[in-house]
Nanobody, 120 residues
Framework: QVHLVESGGGLVQAGGSLRLSCSAS??????VAWFRQAPGQEREKVSC????????YYPDSVKGRFTISRDIAKNTLYLQMNSLKPEDTATYYC???????????????WGQGTQVTVSP
């Protein structure tokens, strides 16, 4: 199993930016993703990247505002979040899978989560 540790969450005003990081260690993985979950809402995948070829996916809710990237040498995943909105407020989780199709894979390794709060 992959061990994942997120960092970089915090409080920001609407329109601001944050960058989340996720340090990964353990078994090899094929793809990694960022999910978020707000209280009372379903978990949502906000981005994913196939580790080897760099294929990325974004849902419409974050497309054009969020950018996922990875540093292969450091085994670290990033999520740059710009133009943040109050509705982006959630706990953000890093996740990994041995599958390579990041959009469709089942993720079985999860970080502990980091809180992102966007004030109006």
């Amino acid at each position: 199993q992959v061990h994942l540790v997120e960092s970089g969450g915090g409080l920001v005003q609407a329109g601001g930016s944050l960058r989340l990081s996720c340090s990964a260690s353990g078994l090899t993985f094929g793809a990694v993703a960022w999910f978020r979950q707000a209280p009372g809402q379903e978990r949502e995948k906000v981005s994913c990247i196939s580790w080897r070829d760099g294929y990325t996916y974004y849902p419409d809710s974050v497309k054009g505002r969020f950018t996922i990237s990875r540093d292969i040498a450091k085994n670290t995943l990033y999520l740059q979040m710009n133009s943040l909105k109050p509705e982006d407020t959630a706990t953000y989780y890093c996740a990994a899978t041995r599958g390579t199709a990041c959009r469709w894979a089942t993720y079985d390794s999860w970080g502990q989560g980091t809180q992102v709060t966007v004030s109006p």
